[in-house]
């Protein structure tokens, strides 16, 4: 399995591009265009993502600020893609947010907004066996987007710490790989904690949050298959097969156990945008998770997300 490690912290020659994001209004499928090193995917990064920009305001999630979606009525964003989004960091401010000690401070209105899908498979080459990361495309409705997620912002040995407890944290998404193969999965960030690579009191463009989250099954206990098998309810086996039971059912045994299972996912964000004033961060992730696994049933493939984020930062 490639390390998070190595996911999300590349050198700057192999940063992922990605392109400005001022002009889309409803989230664009592949609006980030992923220019891979030559010397191979596993060195870009999203420290990468940071050298998207340069210096543009592409960095921030979306065309608009909070204050001008708050001004908008639901017929002006229904069916404009606009919820599917997240907002910009408001320009102007000083560059940094201070995080000043012995004070309690909470991260709200946390927002993630991929804007690329890839799954890592391995291909057979004259090299031998090598991972690349195959760019797919987005089959379910545009409810992807995860928003209104708040948690504590602590102090942890120097460092600063994000400890997600609640909002919108993960949404039911499916991708498609060019040969037709669809590839579910939860995309969420339930239980992320994640810190600052380096001890800080402040959060500003220099700053890189990194970490781990827990990826819940796909499916609920409740849900049954085509054959009527489930965790919680159902069949223990299929009801066709009725002579397995005396023995022989070794190659339906993943089929016939379900499991709900809970694995793990990373994620690095990178602040490339910061108003003090209005105590609003923004910038870009990459995040690496596992796909579904139809109850235990299949082996999850890993996905590789990238886009941008939002959050505030608040005094309690």
Avoid at 14 to 32: C, D, H, I, Y
Avoid at 59 to 87: D, H, M, V
Avoid at 187 to 211: H, M, R, Y
Avoid at 264 to 285: A, R
């Amino acid at each position: 399995m490639i390390s998070a490690a190595l996911l999300l912290s590349g050198n700057s020659a192999g940063f992922t591009q990605v392109k400005a994001l001022n002009s889309r209004v409803a989230p664009v499928r592949g609006a980030t265009d992923v220019q891979m090193a030559e010397n191979g995917w596993k060195a870009a990064g999203l420290a990468a993502a940071l050298a998207l920009a340069t210096g543009v305001q592409s960095a921030s999630a979306g065309p608009f600020t909070r204050s001008e979606i708050a001004s908008l009525t639901y017929e002006q964003i229904k069916g404009t893609g606009l919820a599917n989004t997240c907002p910009k960091v408001e320009a102007g401010g000083d560059q940094a947010i201070k995080i000043a000690g012995g004070k309690k401070y909470k991260i709200e209105e946390f927002c993630l907004e991929p804007t690329s899908f890839q799954v890592l498979e391995e291909k057979l080459t004259k090299n031998g066996l090598v991972t690349e990361a195959v760019d797919t495309k987005v089959t379910t409705r545009q409810t992807y987007v995860l928003t209104g997620i708040d948690g504590d912002l602590v102090t942890d040995g120097g460092k600063l710490a994000f400890i997600e407890q609640d909002g919108i944290d993960y949404a039911a998404t499916t991708v498609q790989l060019p040969g037709g193969e669809r590839v579910p999965f939860l995309f969420t960030v339930k239980n992320l904690v994640a810190k600052t690579k380096e001890p800080t009191s402040q959060i500003d463009t220099k700053t890189t949050f990194a970490g781990g989250f827990k990826v819940p099954s796909y499916r609920t206990g409740l849900f049954l298959d085509p054959k009527g098998r489930g965790t919680t309810t159902g069949y223990d086996q299929a009801v066709a097969l009725p002579a397995m039971q005396a023995g022989g059912d070794e190659g339906m045994f993943k089929e016939n156990n379900k499991k709900f299972e809970v694995l793990d996912g990373s994620i690095e964000f990178k602040v490339t945008s910061v108003n003090s004033e209005l105590g609003e961060f923004g910038g870009v992730f990459v995040q690496k998770q596992p796909s579904d696994t139809d109850l235990g049933s299949k082996v999850p493939k890993e996905l590789l997300l990238k886009g941008a984020f939002f959050a505030t930062v608040n005094e309690q």
